[in-house]
């Protein structure tokens, strides 16, 4: 397996976190998103016509998405069922809307990262405030999730929706948008970086 | 706007399960930036939120035992804010007067206060068993809070001489305790806490729509 990869996004972090989780053995394909926007140029907008990373391939197949490469990897190499439950129809709807989630939270609160680390031209004050929006609606969810005694997003064990969720609402803070408001949150970002075999991504202050 | 009160006396500082044993985090009253952190034995602390060293947020700091330490250049603080290892100079006896600035920390009510080390007013006592229920961020400045729990429906100003007040809510078991913690520019956090489990979730979903009542634009 082949990883297009660059080490400050919080999408590539998604699978390599998960990566981890499952013990899988991958290359990773170094692309220069900054300051060289290799993910613009026409060798790899032949790989995505997107323009954005990550891009997984495997034995000729070719996926773009992250939370679509957090499905693929889930039912290829978790025989436990564990990270993609599928027996508990509500259960699996759960984990799809909130892979949906997070990549709402890519477009506000990696957005306003990219701002203000990388200075890109954008609406920050939309970007922050989406941010919150959806912080409001995790925190509000996983306070209902410890009511009824449930540590993660979508029941009693995690699930790729929470390696979705994850890297940018614990990035959150590079883009101006204060964690702290979020109680729940700040528990589920600690369990989360005491699972077995976590790994850290440079800019997540938290430690195990 | 909130210059006519200040942060004198105890304040609350957030749910005793914001900080759980071995995590540090951030918490904001008026201005002071403040680190709260739990260490194995239990014992809540807050500090102010920079490191003696280089200041460094000391809520991105890293519990071990009773220790914290800092993420930034490793300087290691015990349980009472003295500096007690510094890594670039594993031999030396750090001097007594490198001390992070401790703040009074109490526990009561379900929840964390803090005062300032001046303060001499006696912690405060609240009766009862009060479990966590809500902790929510609202935009708010204290002044508009005053204004809108004045009048607003729920009345809230009454029950709420101090910082902290116990409240009746319709559809519960039994009764809220609901404080806030200013937070200047940033509006206030609202902590509330129950009196048992049964009361979880509708006390949850009680002050989400208090809070969406508490940030309608004033009439002008
Ligand atoms: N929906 C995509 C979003 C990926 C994404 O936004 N990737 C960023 C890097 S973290 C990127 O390549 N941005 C460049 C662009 O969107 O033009 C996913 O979840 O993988
Ligand atoms: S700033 Fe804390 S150890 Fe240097």
């Given amino acids: ?29 170094g692309v220069d998103f900054y300051p060289g926007r290799e993910h613009k ?66 477009g506000t609160s990696s957005a306003a990262r990219l701002h203000d680390m990388l200075g890109y031209d954008l609406d920050i004050v939309a970007a922050r405030a989406g941010a919150h929006r959806l912080f409001r609606i995790l925190d509000s969810h996983l306070s209902q999730q410890e009511f009824e005694g449930h540590h993660w997003i979508a029941g009693p064990s995690p699930t790729i929706a929470d390696i979705a969720c994850f890297p940018y609402t614990a990035l959150a803070g590079d883009g101006g948008i204060d964690t702290f408001y979020y109680p729940a949150i700040q528990r589920w970002i600690h369990r989360l970086t005491r699972l077995p075999r976590y790994h850290n991504m440079p800019g997540i202050n938290v430690f195990a | 706007m909130d210059s006519v009160v200040s942060f004198a006396g105890w304040m609350p500082a957030g749910l ?73 100079h594993p031999d030396l006896v750090p ?33 009862g068993t009060w479990m966590p229920c809500r902790t929510m961020q609202v935009n708010r ?16 100003a009454l029950a709420m001489g101090a910082w902290a007040g116990q409240l009746r809510v319709a559809g519960l078991q039994g009764a809220v305790l609901l404080a806030v913690q200013p937070m200047g520019a940033r509006g206030a956090m609202l902590h509330a806490c129950v009196t048992g489990p049964e009361d979880l979730t509708r006390a949850s979903d009680w002050i989400e729509s208090l809070r969406g009542h508490l940030e309608r634009p004033i009439a002008a």
């Fill in chain 2, 141 to 156: 400045s204290l002044t508009g809070l005053a204004e809108v729990l004045g009048t607003g429906k729920a009345n809230l």
């Fill in chain 1, 41 to 106: 140029s026409d060798s790899f907008l032949a790989i995505n016509p997107l323009g954005q990373l990550p891009v997984l391939e495997d034995n000729g197949v070719v996926i773009r998405d992250a939370q679509a490469i957090l499905v693929y990897l889930a039912n290829r190499h978790d025989p436990s069922g564990q990270w993609w439950p599928q027996a508990d129809h509500a259960q699996f709807a759960q984990v799809v809307q909130w892979l949906a989630f997070a990549d709402s939270i890519t």
């Fill in chain 2, 16 to 88: 005793q399960n914001a900080a759980e044993t071995g995590t540090s985090v951030r918490a904001v009253i008026f201005e002071d930036d403040i680190a709260i952190w739990r260490g194995q034995d239990g014992l809540a602390r807050a500090w102010q939120n920079r490191c003696p060293h280089r200041g460094m947020r000391l809520s991105y700091g890293i519990v071990r035992e009773n220790r914290l330490t800092c993420l930034y250049h490793g300087w290691t603080y015990d349980g009472t804010g003295g500096c007690a290892h510094i890594p670039a």
């Fill in chain 2, 95 to 127: 001097p007594k007067s490198i001390r992070a600035k401790a703040y009074g920390c109490v526990e009561t009510g379900g929840m964390i206060w803090v005062a300032r080390s001046e303060s001499s007013e006696p912690p405060p006592q609240i009766s």
């Fill in chain 1, 1 to 29: 397996m082949k990883l297009y990869d660059y080490v400050l996004s919080g999408n590539c972090y998604k699978i390599r976190l998960f990566m981890a989780f499952l013990d899988l053995d991958y290359e990773k394909v």
